[in-house]
């Protein structure tokens, strides 16, 4: 319905309908599992156990075990039941076409194959229409952007023209800045977000804990800076941005990080897959990949092996090299990986099948990133033209307030508008546009919503010393505008 309204041709994965990397890794996960020879019923709970890697389907799949198990259903009606209470279509579509596989007695194998290389194809083509209406989305919101100041700029001088004064000033802001702020929820809610680290993990936490830090901490320095010098706003809109700019930098480097181990991954997984195949020791083989160059994963992995060589359990000291690394996607692959190991599944095939998923997906992110590092950049230059007309604005009506008070002689009514109102305007309207503009240019980029304080911060700085180096500027002319033409009058 949003879709029609608006007139775009935009994907269903941007509101939530489509494939994603859950998605896919579930139906790898199931065909390594059934690979191995494990039983539907057991890989269907083996999956549904891993609750923070599957968080939708987990629930779903759940409830298909409690049928089979506790119920008496056959597989088939469970499926059925299931599929009906599925709220997202891909998985609804996914339990039809395998209740009836598995009710037709077809090769469960070969239709697990089948679905991962279609859906691997389905998430590729998606993300490229995904990239497409996405360019179409900040494309509309940059429009709207460049055009919302210059709105502003001739609400104000209208209000002054038109005797409105400061109530059909400040009204009119807030209407504008609150159409500006629904567009934006509009596309940050449609844009797919595509999480790096792992939910409730310490790196999860990390970041949490940085962007609370950030937003405590700069409203604590912008209250003390405004209370010891309160003259201009410069100071407190500094000591606001800093905190946000500095742990806002912290959360970017943590997910760069991330991205590293993603990178490195699939060379790790596939080598393991295929030295598994030939000599199936896993501390062996883990010896036998550390003779080469890992990079980044050159320490988790030794680790790894040690805590095997000390006799920790297989799964356990797997489990805990994969909390530490953090990633999502390597929580994925290693979870399949380590269980096809446990299976006596064909590991090389499922090294290679994860490796091929996850340079896929990578690619793919990597596209994103080139598109939201050039939207970014419209973005900021855009904010700070937004920031340089506000200025303008201010200082235009302190013109038209001082003309106004060499003479009682006026041709049509006009209202002034007050220094404060003008001032608490441009602030609102900074601080808005800073928010707004930062929400608007983290959900471009793959990764948590959270890292946005920084660019919030840096918008919210550089947007304040523009309007403050404008502002000063036009307001000398003015002064010697208003000199020259305090002289000319009659006394």
Same mark, same amino acid.
């Given at each position: ?18 494939? @994603?990397?859950? @998605? ?9 599992? *059934? ?25 779903? /799949? ?169 003259? *201009? ?54 010896? *036998? ?41 390597? /929580? ?135 309007? *403050? ?23």
């Amino acid at each position: 319905m949003l879709r029609q309204r608006l007139g775009l041709n935009i994907p269903s994965r941007i509101f939530g309908e489509g494939v @994603d990397t859950e @998605d896919l890794f579930l139906l790898i996960h199931l065909y390594a599992l *059934t690979s191995s020879g494990v039983e539907r019923k057991e890989a269907i709970d083996l999956v549904s156990m891993d609750e923070r890697i599957y968080r939708r389907a987990s629930k779903i /799949l759940r409830f298909v075990g409690t049928l089979v198990k506790k119920w008496g259903y056959d597989t088939v009606s469970a499926l059925v039941m299931a599929s009906r209470r599925a709220r997202r279509m891909f998985t609804k579509n996914f339990l039809e076409r395998l209740s009836q596989i598995v009710g037709s007695g077809a090769d469960l194998v070969s239709f697990l194959r089948s679905e991962v290389e279609g859906t691997l194809a389905l998430y590729k083509s998606q993300a490229d229409k995904t990239f497409e209406a996405a360019r179409i989305l900040f494309s509309l919101f940059s429009t709207f952007m460049s055009t919302s100041v210059f709105i502003l700029a001739n609400l104000i001088i209208m209000a002054m023209l038109l005797g409105g004064g400061d109530y059909l000033a400040i009204i009119s802001s807030i209407g504008l800045l609150i159409s500006l702020t629904a567009l934006a929820m509009v596309v940050i809610v449609m844009m797919p977000r595509e999480p790096m680290a792992v939910s409730g993990t310490k790196i999860d936490k990390t970041i949490t804990r940085y962007m609370v830090l950030s937003i405590l901490l700069g409203l604590s320095l912008f209250i003390f800076a405004y209370y010891i010098y309160p003259y *201009t706003m410069i100071f407190p809109m500094i000591m606001l941005s800093l905190p946000m700019i500095i742990f806002g930098r912290l959360i970017l480097r943590i997910e760069s990080r991330l991205m590293k181990y993603d990178d490195a991954f699939p060379i790790f997984i596939r080598s393991l897959g295929y030295i598994l195949s030939v000599v199936p020791d896993m501390r062996q083989g883990l010896a *036998t990949i550390l003779r080469g160059s890992l990079g980044i994963l050159h320490s988790s992995i030794s680790t790894l092996r040690r805590r095997l060589m000390m006799g920790v359990q297989l799964e356990r000291a797997w489990n805990i090299m994969l909390d530490e690394i953090g990633s999502r996607l390597c /929580l994925f692959s290693g979870r399949v990986m380590i269980q096809t190991f446990v299976y006596q599944g064909d590991v090389r095939g499922i090294g290679k099948m994860l490796g091929d998923a996850m340079e896929a997906i990578n690619d793919l992110r990597k596209k994103r990133i080139q598109m939201a590092r050039a939207f970014e950049s419209t973005l900021i230059m855009l904010h700070l033209l937004a920031s340089a007309i506000l200025g303008l604005v201010s200082s235009l009506v302190t013109l038209f307030s001082q003309i106004l008070g060499l003479t009682e002689q006026r041709i049509i009514v006009i209202s002034p508008i007050s220094s404060d109102t003008i001032f608490s305007i441009n602030m609102v309207t900074i601080i808005t546009l800073a928010i707004v503009d930062g929400l608007v240019a983290r959900a471009s980029y793959p990764g948590s919503i959270k890292g946005a304080v920084y660019q919030i911060g840096v918008m919210l700085a550089l947007g304040w010393i523009v309007f *403050t180096i404008t502002t000063n500027m036009l307001i000398t002319i003015i002064e010697d505008l208003f000199r020259g033409l305090n002289t000319s009058l009659p006394s």
